[in-house]
């Protein structure tokens, strides 16, 4: 069993930065495939970014170029840095735990984007 918890959302001006967090606990997190999935109002929820116990990485197409994950195996804690926000990154952001798909779900964070 693993726990999620999100943190690091709020409110940012577009062309802005901000970096949540997902913090795990449960045992075994280096094994985990974690994510980054978001949901805004209205429609589906969406890919991000997933980072692999390789070291390998896949990003949606809406985070290449902007965003940055990242995870600290010796914190059981995974990054998402996101720069140059846009009004579109407005959503909830969900950090994610699994392995060929995934199995734990946080309760997500509140980007909001507005000038």
């Known amino acids: 069993q693993v726990q999620l918890v999100e943190s690091g959302g709020g409110s940012v001006q577009p062309g802005g930065s901000l970096r949540i967090s997902c913090a795990a606990s449960?045992?075994?997190?280096?094994?985990?495939?974690m994510g980054w999935y978001r949901q805004a109002p209205g429609k589906q929820r969406e890919l991000v970014a997933r980072i692999f116990p390789s070291g390998r990485i896949d990003y949606g197409d809406s985070a290449k170029g902007r965003f940055t994950i990242s995870r600290d195996n010796a914190k059981d804690t995974v990054y998402l840095q996101m720069n140059n926000l846009s009004l579109g990154d407005t959503a909830v952001y969900y950090c994610?735990?699994?392995?060929?798909?995934?199995?734990?779900w946080g309760r997500g964070t509140q980007v909001t984007v507005s000038s």
């Open positions: 994610n735990a699994g392995r060929a798909t995934p199995i734990y």
């Open positions: 449960g045992s075994d997190f280096s094994t985990y495939n």
